[in-house]
């Protein structure tokens, strides 16, 4: 989570940096710059994704680790929880969030998804690794009609706490975070299938099937 603060920092001071012609800079996972043939050389969609800024004076490009661990002490984890679901307890062995970040170059097509995370089979699949919780959230509407709103119940990130506690970039497409019960969590940014989720859950709860 620190690493993000530092990425929002770094963005910010870069934005402010230079006055004349616009710069391009470049900066690996690690928040440490590089020459941009070393930048695309280590894109790799399977690991990261490449994440543009820029203004009238500076173009600044950073790759993302798109997996990612971490760890919610008790009182964010409860706080997120309320925030989840007011009206009941949420004690099961996950909680799965689909944050929906808003129309952007991935999702801009003006017609029904055919996303495979809104098959039948997903959430069948995914309660035969364990009971979840199952949460779509989303930061900005537009487009989101196209996402099944008639299949799923898709609510508005209350205060940005996901975002601030998740995805304090917007990543393209969709991103998703799994959560087990004592707080242990893998986010995951950026484009992902049905597979992905189960595959997240299963490495969470260490369950085959």
């Given at each position: 989570m620190k690493k993000y603060y530092s990425i929002l920092i770094l963005i910010s001071i870069v934005n402010?940096?230079?006055?004349?012609?616009?710069?391009?800079v470049f900066y690996n996972e690690n928040l440490e710059e590089i020459s941009e043939s070393n930048?695309?050389?280590?894109?790799?969609?399977?690991?990261n994704l490449d994440l543009h800024f820029e203004n009238d004076t500076l173009k600044t490009s950073l790759l993302i680790t798109r997996k990612n661990y971490g760890q919610l002490n008790d009182s964010i984890f409860n706080n997120l929880k309320k925030s989840l679901s007011s009206d009941k307890e949420?004690?099961?062995?996950?909680?799965?969030?689909?944050?929906?970040?808003?129309?952007?170059?991935?999702?801009?097509?003006?017609?029904?998804?055919?996303?495979?995370?809104?098959?039948?089979?997903?959430?069948?699949?995914?309660?035969?690794i364990g009971s979840y919780s199952h949460f779509w959230i989303y930061k900005d509407d537009e487009n989101l009609q196209y996402y099944h709103p008639k299949q799923v119940k898709w609510e508005n990130d209350k205060n940005?706490?996901?975002?601030?506690?998740?995805?304090?970039?917007?990543?393209?497409?969709?991103s998703a975070v799994i959560i087990d019960k004592n707080g242990k969590y893998i986010s995951y940014y950026g484009e992902f299938g049905k597979s992905t989720i189960w595959e997240l859950s299963k490495e969470l709860i260490n369950t085959k099937i």
């Open positions: 402010f940096s230079f006055s004349q012609v616009q710069k391009k930048f695309y050389k280590q894109l790799n969609f399977q690991k949420l004690s099961n062995d996950l909680i799965v969030i689909v944050y929906y970040s808003g129309k952007d170059r991935c999702n801009g097509t003006e017609s029904t998804s055919f996303w495979n995370i809104f098959d039948h089979d997903y959430l069948k699949k995914l309660n035969k940005q706490l996901v975002e601030n506690l998740f995805f304090k970039l917007h990543y393209p497409c969709s």
